[in-house]
C-alpha cells in the first residue's frame, strides 16, 4: 500500500485558509477594531439576536448557556446584551479560531461565579478548550458528551433567584473537528445535537399562555449543527414537536460553502 504524506495538503488548504480569512469582510471589521470580539464567530450571534427579536436583550432572558464556547465570542455577545462591558481585544492572531494551541498558551481561566447583584443575569459558558475570563461569566472547561456535564451545568446556573437552575436560552456551536469523512461528521453533528437536546429538555423554561390567552415567550434553543437527511430527521422528531416554532437560518455571516446551519427554537412547550 503506498503511503501519502499529509504535510503538502496541510500546505495548501492553510494558505487556502489564509487567502480567505484576508478577504472575509468579518475578520476585517474584527480587525480593525481593536476592542471587540475574540471570534468571527460573534458576528453570526449579533446578526441573529439583531433579526431574530433580540432575545438576548430583553429584560427577561436572565440565564444563559453557551455551549461550545471557546475563544468566547458568543460569551462575550451575550456579556454585552446583559450590561456588561468588553476588555480590549489581545488576542487578534487567534481570531477565526477554535484551536487547542492558540487558546492555551494563555493566561488563567475564570470558573468563579460571578456576583449576581452587579449586572443582569446569569452567563454559563463551556468548552472542551479553556476560555480567558470573560467579565459576567462563568466558564467550565470540560466535554459536554460526558456523563455528568448537563447536572455541572445546572447547578452553575442555580441562584437565589433561579434555585432549579433553569436556561432561558441554550446556545450551542459545538462542533466536532472535521474528520474528512461526510458520514462519521453527520454523526458527530447528530450526537452532539441530542446531547444538547437533552441537556434543553432539562433546562429551558416552558412557554405558558395565561388566561387571556397572552403567552410567554418560553426557552430559547440556538443550535448548530452540519446538513445531513439525518439531521433533518432529528429536527422533525425532535424540534418541532417541543418549540412553538422552529426556524433553519444560515447567517450571511456563515460562510457561504460550509454546510453549518443553525435552528432558532422558540417557546419550549415542555412536552417531553
Ligand atoms: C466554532 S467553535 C465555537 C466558537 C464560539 N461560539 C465563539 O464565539 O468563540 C466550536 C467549539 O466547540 C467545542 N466543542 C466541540 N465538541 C465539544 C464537546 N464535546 N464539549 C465541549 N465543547 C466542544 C470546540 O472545542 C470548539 O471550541
Redesign the pocket.
Known sequence: MSFRPTLPLYKKSSTAWLARQSRDPFVKARLSSPSSY??R??YKLIELNTKWGRFLSRASTRSVVD????????SQVVAENFGWTLEAADDAEDFGL?EEAKVQKRGSWSTEPMNETTRRGKIVA????PIRPIPGVQTLQM???APGSARVVKDALKSSRNPEGAADVVLS????NFSGSKIRDSQMSLD?CHAVFDFAKGALTVRTVDERGKASIGGILLLKHFSHPLLQEFRKEYLEPNFHLVHYIKPESSRAGSAEGYWLCRGWLGRT
Open positions: 475574540r471570534s464567530a460573534a455551549l461550545g464556547a471557546a475563544p468566547g465570542g458568543w477554535c463551556l468548552d472542551l478548550l466535554d459536554f458528551l456551536d459545538m462542533a466536532a452532539i
